[in-house]
Protein backbone atom coordinates (compact mmCIF):
# COMPACT_ATOMS: atom_id res chain seq x y z
CA UNK A 1 0.00 0.00 0.00
CA UNK A 2 1.22 3.45 -1.18
CA UNK A 3 1.18 6.65 1.62
CA UNK A 4 1.97 9.63 0.71
CA UNK A 5 3.92 12.22 3.40
CA UNK A 6 1.11 13.63 4.80
CA UNK A 7 -0.40 10.68 5.67
CA UNK A 8 3.34 9.53 7.29
CA UNK A 9 3.74 12.28 8.77
CA UNK A 10 0.00 12.51 10.53
CA UNK A 11 0.65 8.84 11.74
CA UNK A 12 3.79 9.44 13.17
CA UNK A 13 2.72 12.42 15.37
CA UNK A 14 0.15 11.06 16.29
CA UNK A 15 2.29 7.38 17.64
CA UNK A 16 4.87 10.08 19.21
CA UNK A 17 2.03 11.56 21.22
CA UNK A 18 1.45 8.17 22.34
CA UNK A 19 4.78 6.76 22.97
CA UNK A 20 5.54 9.76 24.80
CA UNK A 21 2.36 10.06 27.04
CA UNK A 22 0.73 7.06 26.63
CA UNK A 23 -2.74 9.09 25.04
CA UNK A 24 -3.05 11.23 22.05
CA UNK A 25 -6.20 14.00 22.02
CA UNK A 26 -9.37 14.99 20.51
CA UNK A 27 -7.44 16.43 16.74
CA UNK A 28 -5.01 12.70 16.82
CA UNK A 29 -8.40 10.83 17.31
CA UNK A 30 -10.55 12.65 14.37
CA UNK A 31 -7.20 12.18 12.37
CA UNK A 32 -6.71 8.35 13.65
CA UNK A 33 -10.52 7.71 12.90
CA UNK A 34 -10.70 9.84 9.45
CA UNK A 35 -8.04 8.37 7.36
CA UNK A 36 -7.80 4.76 7.10
CA UNK A 37 -4.03 4.95 5.83
CA UNK A 38 -3.09 7.41 8.69
CA UNK A 39 -5.39 4.58 11.29
CA UNK A 40 -3.33 1.83 9.62
CA UNK A 41 0.05 3.12 9.93
CA UNK A 42 -0.33 4.05 13.09
CA UNK A 43 -1.42 0.53 14.20
CA UNK A 44 1.94 -0.75 12.59
CA UNK A 45 3.44 1.56 14.60
CA UNK A 46 1.83 0.12 17.81
CA UNK A 47 2.31 -3.70 16.83
CA UNK A 48 6.20 -3.35 16.25
CA UNK A 49 6.26 -2.39 20.06
CA UNK A 50 3.79 -5.50 21.34
CA UNK A 51 0.94 -2.59 21.60
CA UNK A 52 -2.50 -2.07 20.69
CA UNK A 53 -4.40 1.49 19.96
CA UNK A 54 -7.98 1.59 21.49
CA UNK A 55 -9.90 4.91 21.13
CA UNK A 56 -11.76 5.49 24.37
CA UNK A 57 -14.04 8.94 25.11
CA UNK A 58 -11.90 11.92 23.05
CA UNK A 59 -8.86 9.69 23.29
CA UNK A 60 -6.64 7.42 22.18
CA UNK A 61 -4.62 5.48 24.51
CA UNK A 62 -1.55 3.04 23.75
CA UNK A 63 -2.34 -0.50 25.37
CA UNK A 64 0.40 -2.75 25.87
CA UNK A 65 -0.45 -6.07 25.31
CA UNK A 66 2.77 -8.10 26.74
CA UNK A 67 5.42 -7.93 29.56
CA UNK A 68 8.16 -7.67 26.81
CA UNK A 69 6.76 -4.18 25.32
CA UNK A 70 8.55 -1.27 25.98
CA UNK A 71 5.89 0.60 27.25
CA UNK A 72 4.86 -1.98 29.59
CA UNK A 73 5.03 -0.03 33.14
CA UNK A 74 8.25 -2.28 34.68
CA UNK A 75 8.01 -4.14 38.34
CA UNK A 76 10.85 -1.25 39.46
CA UNK A 77 8.73 1.61 38.44
CA UNK A 78 5.58 -0.22 40.38
CA UNK A 79 8.14 -0.72 43.74
CA UNK A 80 9.71 3.08 43.45
CA UNK A 81 6.73 4.70 42.32
CA UNK A 82 3.42 2.98 44.06
CA UNK A 83 4.24 0.52 47.11
CA UNK A 84 7.16 0.51 49.78
CA UNK A 85 10.35 1.17 49.32
CA UNK A 86 11.28 -2.34 50.11
CA UNK A 87 8.65 -3.75 47.87
CA UNK A 88 9.21 -7.31 46.22
CA UNK A 89 7.59 -8.94 43.60
CA UNK A 90 4.93 -10.65 45.73
CA UNK A 91 4.14 -7.29 46.32
CA UNK A 92 3.30 -6.58 42.46
CA UNK A 93 1.26 -10.00 42.63
CA UNK A 94 -0.81 -9.14 45.35
CA UNK A 95 -1.41 -5.70 43.19
CA UNK A 96 -2.40 -7.28 39.88
CA UNK A 97 -4.73 -9.53 42.68
CA UNK A 98 -6.59 -6.95 43.97
CA UNK A 99 -7.00 -5.50 40.31
CA UNK A 100 -8.74 -8.92 39.34
CA UNK A 101 -10.70 -8.62 42.61
CA UNK A 102 -12.02 -4.76 41.64
CA UNK A 103 -12.78 -5.23 38.01
CA UNK A 104 -14.30 -8.52 39.12
CA UNK A 105 -16.69 -6.67 41.15
CA UNK A 106 -17.70 -4.34 38.74
CA UNK A 107 -18.36 -7.24 36.01
CA UNK A 108 -20.06 -9.46 38.29
CA UNK A 109 -17.27 -12.00 38.86
CA UNK A 110 -16.28 -12.15 35.04
CA UNK A 111 -19.91 -13.43 33.97
CA UNK A 112 -20.43 -10.44 31.61
CA UNK A 113 -18.65 -7.81 29.03
CA UNK A 114 -21.10 -5.41 30.52
CA UNK A 115 -20.15 -3.86 33.83
CA UNK A 116 -23.10 -4.60 36.63
CA UNK A 117 -22.68 -1.50 38.84
CA UNK A 118 -21.56 2.22 38.12
CA UNK A 119 -19.08 2.50 40.82
CA UNK A 120 -17.56 0.94 44.15
CA UNK A 121 -16.85 1.53 47.35
CA UNK A 122 -13.19 1.19 48.52
CA UNK A 123 -14.41 -0.63 51.86
CA UNK A 124 -15.98 -3.06 49.33
CA UNK A 125 -13.56 -3.41 47.58
CA UNK A 126 -11.25 -4.24 50.71
CA UNK A 127 -14.18 -6.32 51.57
CA UNK A 128 -14.14 -8.87 48.61
CA UNK A 129 -10.50 -9.12 49.00
CA UNK A 130 -10.87 -10.45 52.47
CA UNK A 131 -13.05 -12.43 51.26
CA UNK A 132 -11.04 -13.49 48.07
CA UNK A 133 -7.81 -14.13 50.47
CA UNK A 134 -9.66 -16.41 52.59
CA UNK A 135 -11.07 -18.48 50.18
CA UNK A 136 -7.87 -19.09 48.84
CA UNK A 137 -6.45 -20.32 51.98
CA UNK A 138 -9.39 -22.75 52.67
CA UNK A 139 -7.45 -24.66 49.26
CA UNK A 140 -6.53 -27.88 49.74
CA UNK A 141 -2.32 -27.28 50.19
CA UNK A 142 -1.87 -29.75 47.53
CA UNK A 143 -4.76 -28.39 45.33
CA UNK A 144 -3.38 -25.30 45.68
CA UNK A 145 0.22 -26.56 44.98
CA UNK A 146 -1.06 -28.14 41.84
CA UNK A 147 -2.89 -24.66 40.34
CA UNK A 148 0.55 -22.84 41.05
CA UNK A 149 2.38 -25.07 38.85
CA UNK A 150 -0.04 -24.95 36.13
CA UNK A 151 -0.69 -21.26 36.95
CA UNK A 152 3.16 -20.61 37.52
CA UNK A 153 1.59 -18.20 40.18
CA UNK A 154 2.47 -18.17 43.38
CA UNK A 155 -0.89 -17.92 45.73
CA UNK A 156 0.72 -19.06 48.81
CA UNK A 157 2.75 -15.94 48.88
CA UNK A 158 0.29 -13.88 48.34
CA UNK A 159 -1.71 -15.20 51.16
CA UNK A 160 0.83 -14.40 52.94
CA UNK A 161 1.41 -10.65 51.69
CA UNK A 162 -2.19 -9.82 52.06
CA UNK A 163 -1.82 -11.36 55.74
CA UNK A 164 0.42 -9.45 56.95
CA UNK A 165 -1.25 -6.15 56.20
CA UNK A 166 -2.76 -5.27 59.51
CA UNK A 167 -6.37 -5.66 59.08
CA UNK A 168 -7.66 -2.93 61.66
CA UNK A 169 -4.88 -1.12 63.26
CA UNK A 170 -1.77 0.58 61.17
CA UNK A 171 0.61 -2.22 63.58
CA UNK A 172 2.16 -4.07 60.79
CA UNK A 173 5.63 -3.41 60.00
CA UNK A 174 7.46 -3.05 56.68
CA UNK A 175 10.54 -4.14 56.16
CA UNK A 176 11.64 -0.63 56.60
CA UNK A 177 9.57 -0.50 60.15
CA UNK A 178 6.64 1.68 58.44
CA UNK A 179 3.34 0.70 59.41
CA UNK A 180 0.88 -0.12 56.41
CA UNK A 181 -2.88 -1.65 56.28
CA UNK A 182 -4.90 -3.35 53.52
CA UNK A 183 -6.91 -0.62 53.04
CA UNK A 184 -3.59 1.95 52.64
CA UNK A 185 -2.35 -0.78 50.09
CA UNK A 186 -5.50 -0.62 48.23
CA UNK A 187 -4.84 3.05 48.23
CA UNK A 188 -1.51 2.70 46.87
CA UNK A 189 -3.34 0.38 44.10
CA UNK A 190 -5.96 3.36 43.64
CA UNK A 191 -3.31 5.32 42.81
CA UNK A 192 -1.47 3.18 40.08
CA UNK A 193 -5.15 2.91 38.28
CA UNK A 194 -5.82 6.52 38.28
CA UNK A 195 -2.20 7.66 36.45
CA UNK A 196 -2.95 4.67 33.99
CA UNK A 197 -6.23 6.22 33.79
CA UNK A 198 -8.36 3.20 34.56
CA UNK A 199 -10.39 4.54 37.55
CA UNK A 200 -11.30 8.02 38.48
CA UNK A 201 -12.07 8.98 42.43
CA UNK A 202 -15.79 10.18 42.24
CA UNK A 203 -15.40 11.03 46.06
CA UNK A 204 -16.52 10.04 49.55
CA UNK A 205 -14.15 6.83 48.81
CA UNK A 206 -15.84 5.20 45.85
CA UNK A 207 -14.60 4.16 42.64
CA UNK A 208 -15.84 4.32 39.14
CA UNK A 209 -13.92 3.13 36.15
CA UNK A 210 -13.07 4.68 32.98
CA UNK A 211 -13.98 3.97 29.42
CA UNK A 212 -10.32 2.57 28.36
CA UNK A 213 -11.09 0.12 31.06
CA UNK A 214 -14.50 -0.90 29.95
CA UNK A 215 -12.81 -1.25 26.68
CA UNK A 216 -9.55 -3.53 27.77
CA UNK A 217 -11.24 -5.62 29.68
CA UNK A 218 -14.07 -6.79 27.09
CA UNK A 219 -11.71 -6.94 24.22
CA UNK A 220 -8.69 -8.13 26.20
CA UNK A 221 -8.50 -9.13 29.70
CA UNK A 222 -10.77 -12.00 29.77
CA UNK A 223 -8.82 -13.65 27.40
CA UNK A 224 -7.86 -16.73 28.61
CA UNK A 225 -4.12 -16.63 26.80
CA UNK A 226 -4.01 -12.78 28.47
CA UNK A 227 -4.66 -14.39 32.50
CA UNK A 228 -3.02 -17.86 32.26
CA UNK A 229 -6.96 -18.96 33.50
CA UNK A 230 -6.49 -16.87 36.58
CA UNK A 231 -9.61 -14.75 36.60
CA UNK A 232 -11.73 -18.45 36.07
CA UNK A 233 -9.93 -19.81 38.82
CA UNK A 234 -10.61 -16.98 41.09
CA UNK A 235 -13.92 -16.88 40.45
CA UNK A 236 -14.91 -20.49 40.60
CA UNK A 237 -13.76 -20.31 44.71
CA UNK A 238 -15.83 -20.67 47.37
CA UNK A 239 -16.44 -17.64 49.51
CA UNK A 240 -17.05 -18.07 52.91
CA UNK A 241 -20.49 -17.43 54.18
CA UNK A 242 -20.99 -14.54 56.34
CA UNK A 243 -20.27 -14.55 59.58
CA UNK A 244 -18.55 -17.82 59.32
Known amino acids: ?75 ETLKSKYLTSRAVNADIYLMYVAIIILLGEF ?17 EWLNSMNQRILALKEIDEEKLAKVEQEQEYNWKLIIEKWEALDDLRETAKTQDGRT ?19 VRDIGEDQLQLTEKTHIIVQRYYMEVEHNRGILEFMYQLELPKEGG
Open 107 to 123: YDSYQTTNPTRDFLPMG
Open 180 to 198: ISRLAFLNQVKRFLQDQDL
Open 1 to 75: MLYDQAQVTAAFKIFALLSTQGRADKEALRLYLADDNVRGLVEQFAQEVDCRVIAAGDELYLVPLVVSSPYHVSN
